[in-house]
């Protein structure tokens, strides 16, 4: 049996420390702390380090399954895009410290809109994501304005002692139901209104109608008798 005081987990440890992740308090390479720490260092990886979202990564794979979700049962789900406006005029102006303060801030604004259920991420600088399971074409909207709104009340204080408001631009786009369609067609159509809000003029929210599904019945048919297979 592999003695557990004989692996190399200096650079591990360390990491986790720089981080500020609480270390397990069971024996040092007992089980329980051994366990512990791979936790911690799968919670660090997955995680952005600026906003504690889930980073580009773990957004890829919860995007991944979502469409696969949404392709087996048929309910809706709706993927946002969002990005703050005029982000680099934050940084020329104020320096990119409080750009960080901005990006904090946006960041926990939405998650303060969005449900347990749903996935926010930053995939970028000023770029942010939200995945939204069981969401309904006719709620979308709302959820979006309800978003921007909530950033737009942001008043956000700098070192310097000045108060920044920021806005923040949504595209928004549908999974195709009963549909094997991919994550990046799906990204693709959010970012089109996304590129559609900042060109109307930013600080709102543009979103595409639901896709109607053209699948025959037979092939929903067809789908269903796979999925109770897989089931039992």
Not at 10 to 19: G, T
Not at 194 to 211: D, S, T
Request: charged share 25%; hydrophobic share 45%.
């Amino acid at each position: 049996m592999l003695d557990a005081r004989r692996l190399r987990l200096d650079l591990a440890l360390q990491l986790l420390q720089q981080a500020g992740a609480l270390l397990p308090e069971a024996e040092p390479y007992s089980e329980a702390w051994l366990q512990g720490i791979m936790d911690a260092l799968c919670d660090l990886s997955s995680k952005d380090a600026l906003t504690g979202l889930v980073n580009r990564r773990s957004f890829e794979m919860a995007l991944a399954r979502e469409v696969d979700r949404v392709a087996r049962s048929g309910e809706p789900a709706l993927l946002l895009v969002l990005d703050i406006d005029h982000f680099k005029a934050v940084n020329d102006t104020y320096g990119h410290a409080a750009g960080d303060l901005v990006i904090q801030a946006v960041a926990g604004a939405l998650n303060q809109v969005v449900r347990p259920m749903d996935t926010v991420a930053r995939v970028g600088g000023e770029e942010f994501a939200i995945v939204l399971p069981k969401c309904a074409a006719g709620f979308g909207a709302t959820v979006a304005e309800r978003l921007r709104e909530r950033v737009a009340e942001l008043r956000i204080e700098i070192a310097s002692g000045q108060t920044l408001a920021v806005t923040v631009s949504l595209g928004g786009a549908f999974a195709p139901q009963w549909v094997r369609s991919s994550s990046l067609l799906w990204m693709e159509r959010a970012d089109r209104q996304l590129y559609r809000a900042k060109a109307e003029g930013r600080n709102r929210a543009c979103l595409e109608n639901q896709v109607d599904s053209l699948v025959s019945a037979e092939e929903k048919g067809m789908l269903f008798a796979v999925t109770q297979q897989e089931s039992e």
